[in-house]
């Protein structure tokens, strides 16, 4: 056992630190949410994670992303997300893969990475369809982060399916996509049911001036790094659970 995971051993034994060590997990989108799901994996343990994000840290992403300090301003998100993590567990088995996963190249890319479980972390609800289908017909277990913007009541904060949400405009547009897809939506999300503060009028953003304008969401620092450690924790709970039948 190494020394780091001495108290995480107390709670799930060698048996489940072996287990944790020999999975392979995918995070897609390396935001506020997805950099919290990062790090709580592993520091838990996880073995081996492929880390997929098109995007640069930029200055706003200061108030709530631990992929942004000063020094990483400008560098690619799996890049910079990757170094933190290989600092936390310098034998992780990382992939830090810079760019998109679209309809034309999920299919390969998940048949290929062989993942244990799948964490949608994007903010874009077409690419998180394209995610979430491709996952259910291959028969890969995923979750999915919802909307944390906006939201300031961590109260509100909760682990449920996708066909139980409400007070979520993007819960609601992935419902519509994953339905005219023909995927389920028994599946499991984070998701605040807080009653969301308005946005600021749609805009282009600065670091993607070719992109379509979108209403800009306030965040505050605890908000997505809350879903984002919910996420990995169900997930961890999940596979620990699950590891009984799919070892035996």
């Known amino acids: 056992m190494s020394h780091a995971q001495e108290r995480t051993e107390i709670l799930i034994g060698e048996d489940g630190l072996e287990h944790l060590t020999n999975l392979h997990l995918l995070v897609v989108g390396l935001g506020g949410v997805g950099g919290a799901v990062c790090e709580a994996l592993v520091r838990a343990g996880i073995g081996r994670i492929t880390l997929v994000d098109h995007d640069k840290v930029g200055l706003s992403n200061m108030n709530r992303q631990l992929v942004c300090t000063h020094s990483n301003i400008g ?93 979520c405009g993007l819960a609601t547009n992935l419902r519509r996509k994953l339905r005219r ?22 805009e282009v953003l600065d670091n993607n001036p070719t992109a379509l304008p979108r209403a800009v969401n306030g965040t505050i620092s605890y908000m997505p790094n809350l879903f984002g450690f919910m996420l990995a924790g169900y997930v961890i709970q999940h596979l620990l659970q699950s590891r009984g039948t799919k070892d035996g």
């Open 75 to 167: 560098k690619d998100k799996s890049t910079a997300m990757g170094e933190r993590l290989m600092d936390i567990n310098p034998e992780l088995q990382l992939n830090a893969h810079v760019g998109f996963l679209s309809y034309e190249n999920m299919d390969s890319f998940l048949v290929e990475g062989c993942f244990d479980y799948v964490l949608d972390c994007i903010d874009s609800v077409a690419c998180k369809a394209v995610l979430i289908t491709s996952c259910q017909h291959l028969d890969i277990p995923v979750a999915s982060s919802l909307g944390a913007g906006g939201r300031l009541d961590v109260t509100k904060a909760e682990i449920t399916r996708l066909d139980k949400t409400y007070n």
């Open 181 to 202: 897809a023909g995927a389920s939506l028994d599946y499991p999300v984070v998701f605040s049911g807080e009653y969301p503060i308005k946005p600021l009028p749609q």
